[in-house]
């Protein structure tokens, strides 16, 4: 059990890490090299899009820092600090998102689910980092748990992106991952929070 709890933790920094340097290939390839399905959001709406592509990297790359609870119990203000980091990060990112979401040439079903995504990320995040500063740590421990199941669609979403590209092609493709990047996430995330605390007790770690 502790190897597959080490195994996953594992996983997850690899995943984090791997998709957050992939996203910042655009500053070495350029962006329409890079990322040309999504290019003409560089020009029609620049500022969220470059604030969304560099920063939500950000935020993905911070996240398992703040699961970390070694860090959490030794260092409490690094984890303070990385959470305030994690915090704008998504506030920029998610805004970003939004703009893009709803601007998007995909069609009304993708900008509704990204869009959502987006409101989602931005307001659990928020709530999360406003019960901290309340003092009630277990409920800010369960909302930054959901926000970390959105922010891992980043994750999710390439994961699934080349297969669905692949059988369904990129306009059928494209928008059924705007919403099976996030929703599994977050069912998953508010199964394992309801879970009995006996069986959940494994969250901190």
Do not use: D
């Not at 911070?62 to 990385?82: E, M, Y």
């Not at 199941?149 to 990129?170: N, Q």
């Amino acid at each position: 059990m502790v190897y597959m709890l080490r195994f996953r933790a594992f996983l997850v920094w690899i995943l984090c890490f791997g998709v957050a340097l992939a996203s910042w290939r655009f500053l070495a390839l350029g962006v329409e090299l890079s990322m040309e399905f999504v290019a003409y959001h560089a020009i029609e709406r620049r500022l969220a899009f470059f604030a969304h592509i560099t920063l939500a990297p950000v935020a993905l790359m911070l996240l398992p820092f703040q699961f970390w609870k070694g860090l959490r119990s030794r260092r409490p203000q690094v984890h303070r600090w990385i959470g305030r980091a994690y915090g704008l990060s998504i506030l920029l990112a998610g805004v970003g998102s939004i703009l893009m979401a709803f601007g998007t040439t995909a069609g009304p079903v993708a900008a509704w689910g990204f869009g959502i995504l987006g409101v989602l990320w931005l307001g659990s995040t928020g709530y999360g980092i406003w019960l901290a500063r309340q003092g009630r740590i277990a409920e800010h421990q369960r909302w930054m748990f959901r926000s970390a199941a959105l922010t891992f669609a980043a994750v999710t979403l390439r994961l699934y992106l080349s297969l669905l590209f692949a059988t369904l092609g990129e306009e059928a493709g494209y928008t059924l991952v705007a919403w099976l990047c996030w929703v599994p996430n977050l069912a998953f995330a508010e199964w394992y929070l309801r879970r009995p605390l006996r069986q959940s007790a494994a969250l901190a770690a």
